[in-house]
């Protein structure tokens, strides 16, 4: 795979996982920024047309 250019660098797309689901693939320099790993529970909130993911708090 290519190297997308600058402008382009946050454009995702989603998949299709399991069939009922869907998936989006973060930036790696994103996920370390916010110290996220892997497996880590997420809320989603959806905010108008817009999504809200945020970490998980018990």
Do not use: H, M
């Given at each position: 795979m290519s190297t997308r250019?600058?402008?382009?660098?946050?454009?995702?797309?989603?998949?299709?996982v399991a069939g009922r689901s869907f998936g989006i693939t973060f930036p790696i320099d994103l996920i370390r920024k916010l110290g996220w790993r892997s497996r880590q529970k997420l809320t989603v909130t959806p905010k108008g047309k817009k999504l809200i993911v945020k970490d998980w708090k018990k």
């Open positions: 250019k600058t402008e382009k660098r946050n454009i995702r797309s989603l998949t299709k």
